[in-house]
């Protein structure tokens, strides 16, 4: 059964639940080292507080390098809850949404509504319904209030800086960056956005067996309500159980459907939320949520081929000078660590066959994170991250992640090859 809960939407009431637990914000307290024996306490107050607080939770559930080594297991079970069943709005307020956007009665809209959801986030909750010509489909709806509580996290000059230190780049932005995530999350309550993305999204892999995108329903879809078809199959914890076979499928499925949104559609969705994949049996996986999605355009597009491209030629001195130019370094010892690091970052392209493991994930991210060490050392020759890499370093860490959980061997390198050189038109094999 969902737990209901009144959503606090105050920026004073939201900081007094956080400091409850001893932090100003959830990033605070999820990245601390002695507080593994309040890690319910934690999931249930991010939970309830949804928004923003919520979004921090969850990658600490599933990101790895994200918390204390030693206290993983237990962070992973309690805060796995706001993945699979955050708390829910009642049915009446959900109602209420749905009406005031779509301009009718929900019995009118829909020839069956279930009023229990079938599942939860930090911005919206999901409902199953049924169409007057008997399609399924699933009405994700917002939380009453999520806007305002959004918005009082976004003032919330604690959290952001709790957010940006969770996708890794604590002390290494700027007021650009922190602008940016405020664009990119404010962007998450607008679902007629998301919708045009959805459709771009299915454009783009149409044709595509293994990938499946739901087909937006248009006229029961507003700024708060999407409604799309209802797909089915397992989560990933299912999933990372099946045989080692289709294991590698779905790993394949999911590298081609991330880069290939990157590097063909230039346009990657940078929530690699576990929840948001739902498996189907022989690699096919369908993808839900495109509510923050980042632009790839221009210059920055042919940089990211480049690079892509540098490293399925295994080619190390192209490589190089790509990573200049996608991460506009101008030399010293910034350019030289920002290149190490993102070297070790294309090592399952680099490499492959490679298989994706726990270790090197949680590595990236301490890693990142480490940077703030050498912050003593740089002078002149320091950059702020470019934009958007502050959501890819978000996607990295998170979809690696999710393809560690599947721990098998897989040719990377030849799933980027097939949609890659036609493209690009050049060889992509490693000079002989």
């Keep these: 059964m969902s737990t209901h809960r009144k959503l606090p939407e105050g920026k004073i009431g939201r900081i007094v639940r956080l400091a409850g637990l001893g932090a100003r914000t959830g990033a605070g307290l999820l990245l601390g080292r002695d507080a593994a024996h309040q890690v319910h306490l934690t999931a249930d107050v991010l939970g309830t507080l949804r928004g923003l607080a919520a979004k921090v939770g969850q990658m600490a559930s599933y990101v790895d390098g994200v918390v204390p080594e030693e206290h993983r297991d237990v962070y992973e079970a309690a805060l796995g809850r706001l993945r699979a069943a955050a708390p829910t709005s009642a049915s ?3 109602r209420r949404v749905i009406e005031e956007d779509l301009g009718a ?3 009118r809209l829909f020839a069956r509504f279930d009023d229990e959801p079938i599942a939860s986030a930090s911005i919206g909750q999901v409902h199953r319904a049924v169409l007057e010509d008997g399609l399924e489909v699933a009405v994700k709806v917002q939380h009453p209030g999520i806007r305002k509580a959004v918005e009082s996290d976004l003032d919330n000059a ?6 940006v230190g969770a996708l890794g780049a604590r002390k290494l932005g700027s007021k650009r960056v922190i602008a940016e995530v405020r664009s990119r999350f404010l962007e998450e309550l607008d679902y007629e956005l998301e919708a045009r993305r959805q459709t771009a999204f299915r454009e783009l892999h149409a044709g595509d067996d293994e990938i499946r995108v739901p087909r937006v329903i248009g006229e029961r879809s507003a700024a708060r309500v999407l409604t799309t078809e209802l797909v089915l199959g397992v989560g990933l914890d299912e999933a990372a159980r099946a045989p080692e076979a289709e294991r590698r499928a779905y790993c394949r499925t999911l590298w081609r459907f991330v880069f290939k949104g990157n590097l063909v559609g230039g346009m990657f969705n940078a929530d690699p939320h576990p929840g948001n994949y739902v498996f189907q049996g022989d690699g096919r996986v ?18 990211a081929c480049r690079i892509h491209s540098a490293a399925l030629r295994r ?27 993102s070297r070790l970052c294309f090592e399952p392209i680099f490499t492959s066959p490679y298989r994706m493991t726990r270790t090197y994930s949680a590595s990236l991210v301490r890693r990142l994170v480490g940077f703030r060490d050498e912050m003593s050392k740089l002078q002149e020759d320091f950059v702020p991250l470019p934009p958007g890499m502050l959501f890819m370093n978000r996607l990295q860490f998170g979809f690696y992640s999710v393809l560690a959980r599947f721990d098998v061997e897989v040719d990377y390198a030849a799933v980027e090859r ?15």
């Design 92 to 94: 009446v307020d959900i």
């Design 105 to 107: 009665p929900v019995d």
């Design 158 to 163: 604690g959290m952001l800086e709790g957010i």
């Design 286 to 303: 369908a993808f839900l949520d495109f509510g923050c999605v980042q632009p790839l355009e221009g210059h920055r597009l042919d940089d």
């Design 315 to 341: 080619d190390e001195a192209a490589f190089r000078e790509a990573a200049k130019l996608v991460l506009e370094t101008r030399g010293g010892h910034w350019e030289k660590i920002a290149l190490e690091y």
């Design 418 to 432: 097939e949609f890659l050189a036609p493209i690009l038109g050049e060889p992509l094999l490693p000079a002989t």
